[in-house]
């Protein structure tokens, strides 16, 4: 069967987004995809598959590009996204949503970038985030120093280099000398608040790059301030495990039925939350 292929539109200088339109009854609610790379590779191609399943469940899913850090420095990528939200506003008609049914989802680096939507002003900010092995914020640390052939592509050494909430090393998205409110400004843990978006986030217990420490202290901090948020975590998987088919299927059941009661049916779930609370309530 030949996969569904996008419609390809520029919103912003040379950038594009890639719309995937529902393949079953209209949800009228849109979901952008921010791809992963650690801010320096990655593209929109990257989430395509996810977009694919996403509209399948009735969403019209976005895959944005963005800048990579080598074409410019940081905060360029999270100005892409947030021009990317607008364009999707400013075009709900077209697209055949309600601009008020827009929903940021990111996937490692793209999370922290989807994540950092939620502390917009009110009036941009998405109606929910979705959120796979995010990078949540930063603490100060230099460049390692990398071996190997200089000509190949050369990771920095694993395990990173995590304070013990899970904070990835500052080296990752800024040049050394960074100040400690440039990463605090940059870091979704640090920016939370009693009215961020309804927050769903995906993790594995063994990934190697973010350790899933980082998800819980984000999820216990979301639920502290009162957010309506979710955790999910699947054992013995690594970073990226939602590309494994039977983990997309999981990991896209639960993000339907998340964003069915924090946004498409948000009235028919409270109601049926009072309908089936504890204790029980006896039927007439």
């Known amino acids: ?69 080598g074409v410019a420095p940081w905060p360029a990528q999270l100005d892409d996204a947030v021009a990317a939200c607008a364009w ?6 077209t697209l055949d949503i309600d601009p008020a049914r827009l929903v940021v989802q990111g996937h490692s680096a793209g999370a922290q970038m989807a994540l950092l939507t939620g502390a917009l002003d009110p009036d941009v900010r998405p109606a929910a985030i979705v959120a796979y092995y995010p990078a949540i914020g ?19 050494p694993l395990p990173l280099d995590l304070d013990e909430i899970g904070r990835v090393p500052s080296w990752m998205l800024f040049p050394t000398g960074a100040t400690e409110a440039e990463l605090s400004a940059a870091s979704p843990i640090d920016l939370l608040h009693k009215d961020f978006p309804p927050t769903i986030v995906f993790h594995a217990t063994a990934d190697v790059l973010f350790d899933v420490r980082s998800s819980v202290a984000l999820h216990q901090r979301l639920t ?54 504890f204790p029980p309530v006896p039927q007439p």
Request: net charge negative; hydrophobic share 40%; proline share 6%.
């Open 138 to 156: 930063f603490h100060p640390s230099a460049m390692p120093e990398l071996t190997g052939d200089p000509d190949a592509p050369r990771l920095p």
């Open 88 to 93: 999707v506003r400013d075009n709900a008609d």
């Open 1 to 69: 069967m030949t996969a569904p292929q996008p419609e390809t539109v520029v919103y912003a200088r040379d950038l594009a987004l890639d719309i995937f339109r529902p393949s079953t009854e209209n949800r009228h609610c849109a979901v952008l995809l921010l791809h992963g790379g650690g801010w320096r590779g990655g593209a929109k191609e990257f989430v395509h598959e996810q977009a694919v399943a996403l509209a399948a469940q009735g969403f019209t899913a976005i895959a944005v590009q963005y800048r990579l850090l």
């Open 224 to 277: 502290a301030l009162g957010v309506s948020a979710e955790l999910h975590v699947y054992a013995d998987r690594n970073h990226g495990f939602d590309r494994a088919p039977s983990m997309a299927r999981a990991t896209v059941a639960a993000t339907t039925s998340f964003l069915e009661r924090m946004v498409t049916h948000r009235e028919d779930s409270a109601a049926e939350t009072l309908q089936h609370g």
